[in-house]
């Protein structure tokens, strides 16, 4: 069952109407357009992933590295700033592993600034990310993403800002068996960071890695060990689940897949997120070793698709976007904020059984980035029509990010927490 064709509609007050899906990669892949509530959401797949090796070079970094003791800071709160000598933190071309989704230079993007902001937390500095300290860190150890492919971008930066660091003669390899779970590993550390594809985070009918493009997305709400029995006993998890819960409700599943016998009845979208986040958490009270492991959660990666959000004209997008937002506390339309209160009242409520789920929260601060997309500059998997030629925004992608970029700012969140979780103020729910 490869090649699958199917026809979605779209209730978007956007351009498009209809559209097709899917196409390939390699023998099979998919690349799907899907609407949702607010806007039409492009949240394609592709697995372009080598197994292979090596890749020097070492990774100038940002700011100073100071002053995160007392009092304690803020991370998720603060602006911008151009600074072309320490960003990017390494090139796009050096790194190995990068991905097709998001390789926005070689895919004809021109202007290049958008690699170069440095997130600047208004009250202290973010620590400088030192990969060795890191793979250090991460010896005999699993990192791993788990998520849909915003995720994947952050974990294919992840990749990148680790292996363009490490010597060209140090041992390191993709491993992707076409499963869910595709990991990297430094042989030197024998340190794992991996990716595991499960989108809703339970269980759904989009769990395939490759073939995910259903008109009827079904999720069981109740049930996540099949996934979650392949990273329980890591070491550090990166949870995030959002865009694919963006429609007005889910059909929800009592009972297996396999089984005919079972209970579908469809839930309005709020609740459903609310009750596959408490399996979640209910799950990582039951399962995982406190001690152990450390758990992150990352908060809604906000899209562009809708430019009259920052003035500009209605039907255009992040499309030909170079500049970022400057106006302070920007918020787009399209991330639902109600959304993420579940996810803290989820992180709340685990908390009080005494585990600790850090959220990341990068939604504020990649609002403003409205030219940190791909755009029209990734592989695209079909042949483009004379009509999308004729007008490029409407296949535009304003839901991925260009790497380097913003999912760089993301790990580097993530590292100071990894190390010093204790200097940085705890949100406040
Ligand atoms: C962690 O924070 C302490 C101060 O609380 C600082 O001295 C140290 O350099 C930080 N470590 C890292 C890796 O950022
Ligand atoms: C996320 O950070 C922004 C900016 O600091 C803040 O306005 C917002 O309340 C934060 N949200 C959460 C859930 O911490
Ligand atoms: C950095 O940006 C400044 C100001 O835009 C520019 O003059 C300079 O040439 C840039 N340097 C590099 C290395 O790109
Ligand atoms: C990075 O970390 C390693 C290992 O902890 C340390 O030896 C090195 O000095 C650090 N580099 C910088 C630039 O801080
Ligand atoms: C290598 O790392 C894995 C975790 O990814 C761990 O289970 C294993 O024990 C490590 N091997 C050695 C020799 O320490
Ligand atoms: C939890 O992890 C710690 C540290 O790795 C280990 O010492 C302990 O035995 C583990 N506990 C269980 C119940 O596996
Ligand atoms: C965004 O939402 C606000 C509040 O719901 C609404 O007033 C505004 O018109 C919306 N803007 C756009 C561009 O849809």
């Not at 004809?108 to 170069?116: E, I, K, L, P, V």
């Not at 959000?309 to 255009?316: I, M, P, Q, R, S």
């Not at 483009?384 to 260009?402: F, G, K, S």
């Amino acid at each position: 069952m490869a090649n699958k064709q199917q026809v979605v509609i779209w209730d978007v007050r956007c351009s498009f109407h209809s559209l097709i899906a899917l196409l390939v990669l390699g023998l099979v892949g998919g690349a799907v357009y899907l609407t949702a509530q607010s806007g039409q959401q492009l949240l394609e797949d592709d697995h372009d992933d080598t197994t292979s090796t090596t890749k020097s070079t070492t990774t100038p970094s940002p700011t100073t590295n100071n002053d995160h003791s007392s009092p304690k800071c803020n991370l998720f709160s603060g602006k911008w700033v151009f600074d072309n000598k320490s960003y990017p933190l390494y090139k796009e071309k050096q790194c190995t592993f990068m991905s097709d989704q998001v390789a926005c230079e070689k895919f004809g993007r021109m202007d290049r600034t958008y690699q170069n902001w440095r997130w600047q937390p208004h009250q202290c500095d973010l620590p400088r990310f030192n990969a060795t300290a890191l793979l250090e860190k991460l010896r005999n150890k699993r990192l791993v993403f788990v998520g849909d492919s915003l995720n994947r971008g952050q974990w294919v930066s992840m990749v990148c800002l680790l292996e363009t660091s490490m010597p060209s003669s140090s041992p390191k390899s993709m491993i992707n068996h076409g499963g869910n779970l595709i990991y990297f590993k430094a042989k030197e550390y024998n340190a794992s960071i991996e990716f595991y594809w499960a989108p809703l985070l339970v269980e759904s009918n989009s769990d395939d890695p490759v073939i995910h493009r259903l008109p009827d997305r079904i999720v069981r709400a109740q049930s996540i060990e099949k996934h979650a029995r392949h990273w329980t006993d890591a070491d550090i998890l990166v949870f995030n689940t959002y865009l694919w819960w963006k429609r007005p409700r889910m059909k929800i599943l009592w009972g297996s897949f396999e089984q005919s016998d079972g209970i579908y009845k469809y839930v309005e979208m709020l609740r459903s997120y609310e009750m596959a986040l408490k399996t979640w958490a209910d799950w990582l009270e039951i399962h995982v070793n406190r001690t152990k492991t450390q758990l992150f959660f990352m908060s809604m990666s906000p899209t562009h698709e809708r430019a009259e959000e920052w003035g500009k004209a209605t039907g255009e997008n992040c499309y030909t976007e170079t500049e970022i937002i400057e106006k302070k506390n920007y918020w787009g339309n399209a991330s639902d904020s109600k959304m993420m209160r579940v996810v803290e009242e989820a992180i709340k409520e685990v908390g009080k059984r005494g585990l600790n789920v850090q959220m990341i929260n990068i939604t504020q601060l990649s609002e403003y980035r409205k030219e940190g997309h791909p755009s029209i500059y990734r592989k695209q998997w079909d042949p483009l029509t004379r009509e999308q030629l004729a007008n490029p925004a409407v296949y535009a992608d304003c839901i991925h990010w260009c790497l380097p970029g913003v999912p760089d700012v993301w790990n580097e969140l993530l590292y100071a927490y990894i190390f010093n979780r204790s200097s940085f103020r705890h949100n406040s729910f």
